[in-house]
């Protein structure tokens, strides 16, 4: 079959480079760039450095010699501001490339149109929404918090076939298999953020980190909701407080020497309101945002997750069910959602399915 190296072809070759590094950018998003003559040959690529620095355009311009007719392929609209980065419109210019397809438009208001405008205004032809569908789905999360201040919110769930997390007496492992949570590591690898409720804690002691060989450095920031601040002072979580960033909610100190002994492990431990429900998720959404945090992850309880999926800032649900079969005395995935009317259950709408050693990752994306 004849492969035909169209803009659709070189603009998935930019998604895919970008979503290599999602997760490890810091606060800005994992960007894809391709540089290519005006024969449809490859001259150079590049995606969003460790931390975001450099950007992929610049990465992608550095030390070529840009032909006539070359066009320059970037999976999100290049920057128009500075920052730690000088403006990419500025170098893009600069290079003499007298093309551009971009995908998605920045929703960052400091960007937002402005950097197309500038490249239009040069006399560079600029091609928008090339496989926008695509682009707006590796943004979403970063999406939702440069236009609402609050992170993108994706829910992890590992379950039996019949949707039960653990049995009647907690034990709960391993419901999925190996390749499953492995997965599950990639996904904290791809979020910048993971949220747990004290439970979790208590009873799984978890360290919450990326275990994946060579990216435990990329391990997300660690998150508890703790209305009554129960957690163990000698919890895996606190000890490593350290080396990976680890936040606290609680509604009240309910020992100050406590909190003085984990602010001295490095935990910073943050009140929030408490609602009828537990502490409210919002007011967490909230600060994270205020902190430049782009996506999060929750992991459990299943009251957490009710929660979350009465988000309106939900963005994915990672499924992963087994082909085990624990009956009506397990612990179910999902808390109370108080749903008396089916049409107003959450509509969720399934992505994709993957295969994993016969455990089956089912992905939602939800109809807004």
């Known amino acids: 079959m004849k492969i ?7 603009m998935n070759l930019a998604i895919n480079i970008a979503k290599r590094k999602k997760g490890m950018t810091g606060v800005n998003p994992s960007v894809g760039c391709v540089v290519v003559s005006k024969n ?34 970037t999976t999100l609209e290049p920057c128009f501001h500075s920052g730690k980065n000088p403006p990419c419109v500025d170098e893009i210019i600069k290079s003499g490339i007298k093309r551009v397809v971009v995908a998605s438009l920045d929703k960052n208001p400091l960007v937002n149109g402005k950097g197309i405008k500038k490249l239009k205004n040069s006399g560079i032809i600029v091609l928008q929404g090339v496989l926008i569908k695509k682009t707006e789905d590796l943004y979403g999360e970063f999406f ?5 201040g609050i992170p993108g919110i994706n829910i992890k769930i590992a379950s039996s076939a019949d949707g039960k997390t653990a049995l009647k007496n907690g034990k709960s492992k391993w419901i999925t298999n190996k390749l499953s949570r492995n997965y599950g590591h990639k996904l904290r690898l791809c979020n910048d953020g993971i949220m747990v409720g004290i439970n979790t804690i208590l009873k799984d002691n978890p360290s919450l980190t990326c275990r994946l060989p060579g990216l435990t450095k990329f391990s997300p920031s660690r998150f508890v909701m703790d209305t009554n601040l129960k ?70 309880g ?14 994915k649900i990672f499924w992963f069910s087994s082909e085990k079969i624990i009956g009506e005395e397990g612990k179910p995935s999902v808390g109370k959602l108080n749903i008396a009317n089916l049409d107003n259950s959450p509509n969720l709408i399934l992505q994709n399915m993957i295969n994993l050693d016969n455990n089956y990752l089912k992905v939602y994306g939800v109809r807004k």
């Open 40 to 73: 449809k040959t490859i001259i150079s690529t590049g995606n969003t450095g460790s931390n975001g620095s450099p950007h992929a355009e610049i990465k992608a311009l550095n030390g070529i010699q840009i032909e006539a007719g070359s066009t320059l392929y």
């Open 144 to 148: 939702n918090r440069v236009t609402y």
């Open 302 to 315: 299943n009251k957490l997750i009710a929660s979350a999926i009465n988000s309106s800032h939900l963005n």
């Open 4 to 10: 035909i190296r169209d803009d659709n072809f070189f």
């Open 231 to 300: 957690i163990p002072v000698n919890s895996k979580i606190i000890n490593t407080a350290k080396k990976n960033e680890t936040i606290i909610f609680t509604s009240k100190y309910s020992s100050k020497r406590k909190v003085r002994i984990l602010k001295n492990k490095g935990v910073q431990v943050i009140r929030i309101p408490k609602t009828k429900k537990g502490l409210s998720l919002n007011s967490a959404l909230k600060f994270l945002g205020k902190k430049e945090y782009n996506s999060l992850l929750i992991e459990g």
